[in-house]
């Protein structure tokens, strides 16, 4: 049986997030121009949950959409089945916005890759950031992120598995031995 | 001398089945008694012990291609697949280029069939010059030539009038014409049953109807003429009602059916294999359990291959482009054989249909075990299994649904005027 | 997924289901400004045709194109069948220049079957004789659940010449197997042999079968039919078998109408029904060219 282990509660995740949130309009000097992007699936309900902060904090709504980077992979036609497509809502327009875009987990950024291709073919942001809930190390490719929530250093045979109440039911960090097969 | 010993004969023409030895001497059969009760000083001796041992089969119709067509079978290659399939004489039908129409063809088939067939050829005469359904063909030079048979097999004779004369005058020659009972304006286009089956797939279907038609047309005829009638590779249902009817009228009409329309039916296109199709096309369930119980009534008189082999370049192509036709000669025997694990027929029975029933139609010799008669003769393990492989084959043609079937029965001996000439 | 889409026939429930979820996400990348994404990059796909068809041909290829793929198309009257080349030579001959996928629109049924067995890349059925044309079919699956929000119990009324339509075919078996139910209305002429066997209902009264129908397909009429004796004459048939506004009537309000196209306005649909507000016919064309990008995303995807 897998060991799996608790490593953030609902209460970690939103103080956080919280912190995230502070950490975004500090460095970009408020809310103008700020777009939310989150990857689809649960860097939307992150996404959405940083807006609904920053309207506390400051006010002001963000313009906040999602992004599926599904068609932009680099291991399409590498897998036995096709992964299914998610949703894309690109709020535009995005010239010379600052995008933050948002995800659970940062890995290999191959993801994160994908995302950005995918963005540029919406238009020219002025600048792209990176929010995570959760650094696992082990990147692939040359991508750093701005604002992180968690580092968490685990070995390849681990699993790292953010739970949101949107799509989950709960509000939790697991880290898991990876299921074997 | 030869002599067969403690296989069990099983001869139609006498009523024979049981344990029989079998003496052959100069080609002919000298001399049948219950096994054991004759001598075997001085024989060459074939122990057929286990073995079913039956007159060499008569193939009342297929097509051996030649002359014209050599690319798809030739008369060597026929004859010797005909042996394999434990058949000693073989029917030719005459659409071969040029037709046979012409005692010329005949003879050169015959001769032909002299030089290099391994077993006997009988060839069917072409009813109508160059098979156009105009003009009846040399029928008495014909006959003179030695042809068995009149047809225009493969192409329906259309005109009423051509089909009333020719029954009527091939009865001063006394050949049977074998009809092909087809009306091409019903069947035009079609390349397999109309039913369920084609309207799923979208082809062009060949309608019952066509075959019953023109079997009504026929029987009607022959009941005018008093000609003689032999239904070929009769399909439908409602045509073996037909027949049966005619029969008990007293019309003179025989009839035949092949293994495959005895075994598959329309759902063997569902997958569009072109070598499923063929003419009449496979039909429906219902139309193969009638044409079983005309064999069992005696309705249906003959089982013939329609044997009909092709080159891959008219069978690897698109449906609707493909050649009708299958090859029958190699699977035929345990096709029938079904029949007598399905307990639907007496071996007896079933083999007069390949044995003496043609013979008597056709009035050639054969077919018979009978003291003083031809030896020829076929040995046949009933409980031997193999898999269909075309590339096996000794014809020339590879075109048969059955590949890959697992089959029951096979020949291990053919003998052919009391020499072994397969096995 | 598969290899090849060859019919609906071949497809469960649960792969038409995600085919239509795949296309409606598709439809969104048609909508920007860049139409393109790169999930195709470096696939070749072949558009071999051997029956004229501007519509499906352009809708692969488009769909081909806005997925980064790199297509080429054969037809019938450029390639070497003129020159007396079987099909399967024709399809050794493509394979050898390893390709991905196939689209093959052919006159003859189960032509693509044909080739699926010969060769590696995919082999894509944009319609073969009368027997199926898949990818139309799941388009209009798609209308009709966009327009109506399901498909199940849904009464589809298809009306035309059934016989030889390859779209009615894939339209019967595609609307059954999501559980719809479906009627097939035309001249007994028309209507094959034994079409009750595919689980549909036959009328040969179009006013009456569209009463109760939420959505009308009607098929495009061959005008060469006439001269096989299938009915007398195209102003009969326009008159008993044509869609217009006043048989209309008799129908629900919300009723929809699809046609596969090309047209032939006044014939088989008046012009007033084929532009007005109950028609479909251009969301069609739309969504067949999502449904096609999402034929390509699963089977040149995923391979065994």
Same mark, same amino acid.
């Given at each position: 049986?897998?060991? &799996? ?27 103008? !121009? ?6 689809? =699936? ?31 992979? !680099? ?5 036995? =089945? ?25 890995? =290999? ?73 | ?71 798809? $079978? ?97 009865? &001063? ?78 019309? $003179? ?101 390949? =044995?003496?029933?043609? &013979? ?64 | ?114 080739? &699926? ?188």
């Amino acid at each position: 049986m897998a060991r &799996a282990r608790i490593i953030m509660d609902g209460r970690d995740i939103e103080r956080t997030l919280t912190r995230l949130s502070h950490e975004i309009l500090e460095r970009n000097k408020g809310a103008e !121009d700020l777009v939310l992007l989150g990857i689809a =699936t649960r860097g939307r309900f992150l996404a959405m949950r940083i807006r609904d902060k920053i309207k506390e904090i400051e006010g002001i709504e963000v313009p906040f959409g999602v992004i599926d980077p599904t068609l932009y992979r !680099d291991d399409i036609g590498r897998t036995t =089945t096709q992964p299914p497509l998610k949703e894309m809502e690109i709020p535009l327009p995005i010239d010379d916005k600052k995008v933050i875009l948002v995800d659970d987990v940062l890995y =290999t950024g191959r993801t994160v890759r994908a995302a950005m291709d995918a963005l540029m073919d919406f238009g020219r942001p002025k600048l792209i950031q990176l929010a995570v809930l959760i650094d696992r190390g082990h990147r692939e490719l040359p991508i750093r992120p701005d604002f992180v929530g968690k580092n968490i250093p685990t070995s390849l045979s681990e699993e790292v598995r953010v739970h949101l109440k949107e799509c989950d039911g709960v509000d939790e960090v697991v880290l898991k031995e990876r299921d074997e097969g | 001398m030869i002599l067969i010993k403690d296989g069990r004969l099983i001869d139609p023409s006498q009523g024979l089945d049981g344990e029989y030895d079998i003496l052959i001497r100069e080609g002919r059969v000298e001399k049948i008694g219950p096994r054991g009760s004759i001598g075997v000083e001085g024989c060459e001796v074939i122990e057929a012990e286990g073995l079913w041992v039956i007159p060499g089969m008569i193939d009342m119709h297929c097509h051996l291609r030649e002359p014209g067509y050599e690319y798809k $079978e030739t008369i060597r290659t026929g004859t010797l697949a005909g042996l394999a399939g434990g058949f000693t004489a073989l029917v030719a039908m005459a659409n071969t280029d040029p037709v046979n129409d012409d005692a010329s063809v005949t003879r050169y088939i015959l001769e032909k069939a002299e030089k290099e067939g391994m077993c006997r050829v009988c060839p069917v005469g072409a009813l109508t010059r160059g098979m156009k359904g105009e003009n009846l063909s040399d029928i008495g030079e014909l006959r003179e030539a030695g042809v068995v048979a009149l047809s225009d097999d493969g192409r329906p004779v259309a005109r009423s009038e051509i089909m009333r004369r020719g029954l009527e005058y091939a009865k &001063a020659f006394d050949l049977p014409i074998i009809s092909h009972c087809e009306d091409p304006d019903l069947s035009k286009g079609g390349v397999m049953n109309e039913g369920r089956v084609s309207t799923l797939l979208g082809l062009k279907g060949i309608p019952s109807i066509s075959e019953v038609i023109m079997i009504a047309r026929d029987i009607a005829l022959a009941g005018f003429t008093g000609g003689r009638l032999h239904i070929a590779h009769v399909s439908t249902r409602e045509g073996v009602q037909l027949i049966r009817e005619a029969k008990a009228k007293g019309i $003179e009409v025989t009839a035949e059916v092949t293994p495959h329309h005895l075994t598959l039916t329309e759902e063997a296109l569902k997958d569009f294999d072109t070598n499923a199709k063929v003419n009449p096309p496979l039909r429906t369930e219902e139309d193969r359990e009638a044409l079983i119980e005309g064999l069992k009534d005696g309705t249906i008189d003959v089982i013939a291959t329609d044997h009909a082999p092709h080159s891959p370049v008219e069978k690897e192509v698109e449906m609707d482009l493909a050649a009708f036709g299958m090859v029958g000669l190699e699977t035929a025997l345990p096709l029938m054989l079904r029949l007598v694990e399905e307990g639907v027929l007496e071996p007896l029975s079933l083999f007069e249909k390949v =044995t003496v029933n043609p &013979a008597r139609i056709l009035g050639i010799e054969g077919g018979s075990l009978r003291q003083g008669s031809r030896a020829d003769a076929v040995l046949i393990d009933p409980g031997k299994e193999w898999v269909v492989d075309p590339s096996l084959f000794h014809s020339r043609g590879r075109n048969t649904p059955f590949k890959g079937w697992k089959m029951k029965g096979k020949v291990v001996k053919t003998i052919l005027e009391g020499k072994v000439v397969y096995g | 997924m598969r290899k090849d889409l060859l019919g609906i026939k071949d497809l469960s429930s649960r792969e038409i289901e995600v085919l239509l979820e795949t296309a409606e996400r598709f439809k969104e990348v048609s909508e920007r400004e860049i139409k393109k994404v790169p999930t195709l990059r470096g696939k070749t796909i072949i558009n071999l045709f051997y029956e004229p068809s501007t519509r499906t041909r352009t809708s692969f290829e488009i769909a081909a194109k806005r997925m980064s793929a790199d297509t080429i198309n054969i037809s019938a009257s450029s390639s070497s069948v003129v020159k007396g080349e079987t099909l399967l030579d024709t399809a050794r001959n493509l394979e050898a220049m390893n390709p991905d996928a196939v689209v093959i629109r052919h006159p003859f049924p189960g032509a693509p079957h044909m080739i &699926a067995k010969e060769i590696k890349a995919s082999v894509i059925n944009g319609g073969d004789g009368a027997h199926e044309h898949p990818s139309q079919a799941l388009s209009d699956l798609l209308t009709v659940k966009e327009k109506k929000g399901r498909i199940e119990g849904l009464l589809i009324v298809i009306a035309g010449d059934i016989a030889h339509s390859r779209v009615a075919r894939s339209n019967i078996l595609a609307f059954k197997k999501m559980g719809a139910v479906v009627r097939v209305v035309g001249p007994p002429t028309l209507i094959p042999y034994g079409i009750e066997d595919m689980g549909v209902e036959v009328s040969y009264d179009l006013g009456e079968a569209i009463k109760d129908a939420d959505v009308i397909m009607m098929l495009r009429i061959q005008l060469e039919r006439q001269k096989g004796g299938f009915f007398p004459s195209l102003r009969e048939y326009s008159a008993l078998y044509g869609l217009n506004l006043e048989k209309l009537k008799s129908a629900r309000r919300d009723v929809v109408i699809l046609h596969p196209g090309p047209i032939n306005r006044g014939i088989e649909i008046a012009p007033e029904v084929a532009d007005g507000p109950y028609s479909l016919i251009l969301n069609q064309v739309t969504n067949g060219l999502a449904v096609r990008m999402a034929i390509f995303y699963h089977l040149l995807g995923g391979k065994e």
